[in-house]
């Protein structure tokens, strides 16, 4: 199946610094791909690249298998059949919302078809009243309806949900992913908040100064990161150092496999506070070592909070005085100082190598060559 949107090998540079590093991605039928990153990645420019309001310097775009941009071709925006949604609805104040949804077409039964988008998007009933009139949500369910109305193959969002309240936007949010999804437009998504890019996307291409830095499913991202930086994007994490000897990194939790690391290497052990087993102290002893949860770590109560589903326990640990966060479900508040036992589940730890290293120019071993492994 030819993908309705790619984007290859795509660089833009603005006074000498590159905003979009060589980046590619496809966009297939009634799929949400989004890109996903702080401020300041290259997200929004690689979306106005996309939508050919901004050129750039190398690399080429394609629309359904055709190039419409590259180093001799540049199709304007308004012929690309791409539609835009971005965070200011930017509805005409004196139209009304039937008119605002069939303004740009250009066929003669053009109200009939705002008034069925409007119906789609569950605001016939609204059709002739003025955007003040209307809710923030009812004004972004318009605005999707116009971007809709010319029957766009792509759709590019940019943050489009991020002026509406909480509980409004969850609402909003699934019902203009199931109108996309039924209407089999390919949607590129621009967002800086991983649960929303979780929650819309069936890829997710995670972007730090211009370069994709991991690009696949959500459920891959968030349980096989490529690094530190981006385990703790998805989530709040732990984060305890070690240094590798004979391919494994001591710890007070114990020692970790650390296969193709040379010895000295610094490592950073990642564990997120709902993979932490807490444990009552028993007169000065925890709980034994186990092969699933190491080896336990004693440490001192320093705060407790409720937080609704669950209670966030943040303790002193005994063997360097850092703080390590633990989610419990439910209600569980022990009184500051009270020693605790924390235990890692061993499965849901990643090994990092540091990116500063202290004592190794590289923490990686040498690959040996092909002669000189016979």
């Given at each position: ?23 590619s991605?496809?966009l ?88 069925g ?93 211009g ?29 305890i ?10 710890t ?37 070592p186990t ?12 705060r ?26 439910g ?44």
């Open positions: 199946m030819t993908p309705k949107l790619e984007l290859q090998n795509i660089t833009r540079v603005f006074d000498g610094v590159t905003v979009v590093d060589d980046l991605i496809s297939m039928p009634g799929q949400v791909t989004c890109l996903l990153g702080p401020s300041g990645c290259g997200k929004s420019t690689t979306l106005r690249i996309a939508a050919g309001v901004d050129r750039q310097n190398s690399g080429r775009v394609l629309l359904n298998g055709e190039v419409i941009s590259d180093d001799s071709v540049h199709l304007p925006p308004e012929k690309r059949s791409i539609g835009l949604m971005f965070q200011d609805f930017a509805l005409f104040p004196h139209l009304s919302v039937v008119d605002n949804v069939a303004f740009g077409l250009k066929s003669k039964g053009k109200r009939e078809v705002a008034l988008l409007l119906d789609k998007v569950g605001l016939k009933h609204a059709s002739d009243r003025f955007p003040h009139q209307l809710s923030g949500g009812e004004q972004q369910r318009v605005a999707l309806a116009r971007a809709l109305a010319p029957n766009p193959s792509v759709m590019l969002m940019d943050e489009p949900f991020s002026g509406l309240d909480n509980r409004l936007r969850d609402g909003i949010r699934d019902d203009t992913l199931a109108i996309l999804k039924e209407m089999e437009t390919a949607v590129l998504l621009v967002t800086h908040e991983p649960e929303e890019a979780m929650r819309m996307a069936d890829n997710i291409a995670l972007m730090r100064a370069k994709v830095v991991q690009y696949g499913a959500p459920y891959n991202l968030y349980n096989a990161p490529v690094d530190c930086r981006v385990a703790g994007f998805f989530s709040d994490i732990n984060v150092h070690g240094v590798v000897q004979n391919m494994q990194a001591e007070p939790f114990g020692q970790f496999f650390t296969p193709n690391l040379v010895d000295g290497a610094d490592v950073e052990i990642i564990v997120r506070p709902q993979h932490l087993k807490i444990d009552f102290d028993r007169h000065g002893k925890g709980p034994l092969p699933q949860d190491g080896v336990p770590a004693r440490g001192l109560v320093k407790a909070r409720f937080m609704g589903n669950e209670s966030l326990v943040e303790l002193e640990m005994d063997y360097d005085k850092s703080v390590l966060s633990a989610t419990i479900p209600v569980f508040l022990p009184k500051e100082g009270t020693p605790l036992w924390l235990s890692l589940r061993r499965d849901r730890c990643f090994v990092f190598p540091c990116e500063n290293q202290s004592r190794v120019k590289s923490p990686y071993m040498e690959k040996k060559s092909a002669d000189g492994e016979r």
